[in-house]
């Protein structure tokens, strides 16, 4: 089946700082997603990407579908105390594969 | 608040026990979702309902039992679990199937002892 190797699994950093994760695939993906999971809560969808090379924005998040369609980059700037929690990539195939996949998230810390 | 609720948000179970959960959305969506998360793997799609009818049981024990009598309500029923069981339990809600962008659930903190 598919998989998606995300990266790095946890970030320690200080407010302020910018911030980069990435997800690589096994095969190509169509859509890629981006969620944020807050301790208690359920994911919360950041990003929607679909179509290769895409780069879209949402606040101080930035997220990029890779031209190859195997992976995807998350960028948070000046990261602020409430960004912290666990970011999910999720990529779903093509055809009548609603199914997504999802990374094992990474876990982020900002040190005020 | 995504629109997606359930409850409760907490339960611990004994292995001989019979419990359900509950996901409730009022987003007229059409697509609902049960997902397990364990720690440090990544969501598991365990079931799927389209306009009511399952589309998919991703090879889920049958000691989960799904019903979805409309399109806006889904129970998990659970019986003789076991505690590799215990985990985050998040329900989900989409469009239509085909549509990627779930909204989820707070979740259920399920703990079997």
């Known amino acids: 089946g598919q998989q998606l190797n995300q990266s790095p699994q946890s970030m320690f950093i200080q407010e302020g700082e910018d911030v980069s994760m990435n997800c690589t695939s096994s095969s190509i993906f169509n859509t890629w997603l981006w969620y944020k999971q807050e301790p208690g809560e359920g994911p919360v969808l950041l990003i929607a990407?679909?179509?290769?090379?895409e780069l879209t924005s949402n606040g101080r998040l930035t997220a990029q579908f890779g031209i190859t369609r195997k992976d995807s980059f998350l960028n948070i700037s000046a990261s602020i105390p409430s960004d912290v929690g666990i970011y999910f990539c999720?990529?779903?195939?093509?055809?009548?594969?609603?199914?997504?996949?999802f990374g094992k998230g990474t876990l982020l810390t900002v040190n005020p | 608040e995504t629109g997606v609720t359930q409850t409760p948000r907490h339960l611990v179970m004994g292995m001989t026990n019979k419990k359900s959960l509950k996901c409730e959305q009022h987003l007229g969506h059409n697509a609902m979702y049960w997902y397990k998360q364990s720690a440090k793997k990544p969501l598991e799609l365990m079931f799927v309902y389209n306009f009511k009818e399952q589309t998919e049981n991703n090879s889920v024990p049958s000691r989960f039992s799904p019903e979805c009598p409309n399109s806006s309500h889904l129970f998990l029923h659970l019986h003789t679990l076991q505690p590799e069981d215990s985990a985050l339990y998040l329900c989900?809600?989409?469009?239509?199937?085909?549509?990627?962008?779930?909204?989820f659930g707070q979740g259920t903190r399920l703990t079997v002892v």
């Open positions: 989900a809600s989409s469009p239509r199937t085909g549509n990627t962008e779930a909204f």
């Open positions: 999720a990529g779903k195939g093509g055809g009548s594969n609603y199914k997504l996949t």
């Open positions: 990407l679909y179509k290769a090379g």
